[in-house]
């Protein structure tokens, strides 16, 4: 039989540690939240934003929107070819995108409100594009 050459290992294996339970995990596995009924969350989740005053929508994504939105109209007066050089943007006070803002999302939940009726009027629960299609051409006269 020939002799060959003993090769040390790159990796020795690390002895294994008792794998101890996370301590903020209950005692008892088998016990675990109670699950919710269907739909239960979704009312609470509509519930809550009902009480709510807040925003819906986050203040930055909305302010970086409102900027990609103007950030090619000219001003007034102005050239086109001169904007290139000297226009960075138009500027908002704080207030201002505030007002902006909340003028949104009190549109967009009315726009909501009438796509709900409508789905509600077809005999649906879930609103699909077309109650979107259909509440903007009845208010096409108005916002």
Known sequence: MARTKFVARKHVP???RPV???QNSPTNPSISKPRLR???AVLRDIHRYQKSTEHLLGKLPFRRYVREITQNMTPPGTRKIYEAMWYEGYRFQ???LEALQDAAEDYLVEIF???N????HAGRVTIMPQDIALVRKLRRGRL
């Open 14 to 16: 690390k002895p294994k």
């Open 20 to 22: 101890n339970p996370p």
């Open 38 to 40: 269907p739909g239960e």
């Open 94 to 96: 704080a207030s201002a």
């Open 113 to 115: 409100q009438d796509c």
């Open 117 to 120: 009726a409508a789905a509600v």
